[in-house]
């Protein structure tokens, strides 16, 4: 039961914190063109930073913690699907950091702009997101 | 840069220098005193505890560098060598000197 409770916990978790890493991924690139004035991208700049604070960057330790606690519970340390989802979550989360602080940046410099690849980067996330819902699920190897 | 960017910058440093120390600390318990004990004395559960305890931190390290340098403000020689030096063993160290510097640097300019 408790092993239950920790992958509703889990899964909670990642759902909050993909959710956020792509309102970052979007603040990040589009914030310029969703507002034309400069205090409308300042504002939504801002509140996707707090938000990123406040609640993505725990939902992502939280994900962490969980999941490396149910892998060490369920034995799947070994299983060669977890290490790549793991590959998957690491690369993941260092695009959330470079977006955070791509974020942090054109919060305090208006004329600053994003790196043009992060223009790719939701869909680097959905495409991540597809694979690790593929593995757990499917589990292929 | 404004008042609220460098609070801003001097807090994201202050917490980059700590996490480093705390990386760097954790490897020299992981290899100076859990691996000895796995290996002379006999007790394995050195490194099951303290293994995964310096995974963290190094994971934590990694993501506040790759934030704090996409934050920019940082040259490409300053970047290189913050991640070649978070790389290598005790590099941490190094970087923390590196991170000091510029805390020192903005601490004058406030």
Known sequence: MDYLWLKALHVTAVLVWMSGLLAVALGATSAAKVSSSAEGRSALIERTLRWDQRVTLPAMLLAWGAGGTLATLGGWFHS?????KIGIVGLLSALHAILSGTLRRLAYADAASPPSWLVHARLLIVAGVTAIV???VVKPF | MSGEQRAEELSLLRRMRAISLIEGTTLLLLVLVAVPLKHV???PMATRIMGPIHGLAFLTYVWMLLQ???GGGWSRAE???LVIAALI???TFINERALARRQAL???AC
């Open chain 2, 41 to 43: 004395a006999g007790l």
């Open chain 2, 68 to 70: 704090l340098v996409s």
């Open chain 2, 106 to 108: 903005l601490d004058i």
């Open chain 2, 79 to 81: 970047t290189a060598r």
């Open chain 1, 80 to 84: 060669p699907w977890l290490i790549v």
């Open chain 2, 89 to 91: 063993p005790c590099g």
């Open chain 1, 134 to 136: 593929v593995l757990v």
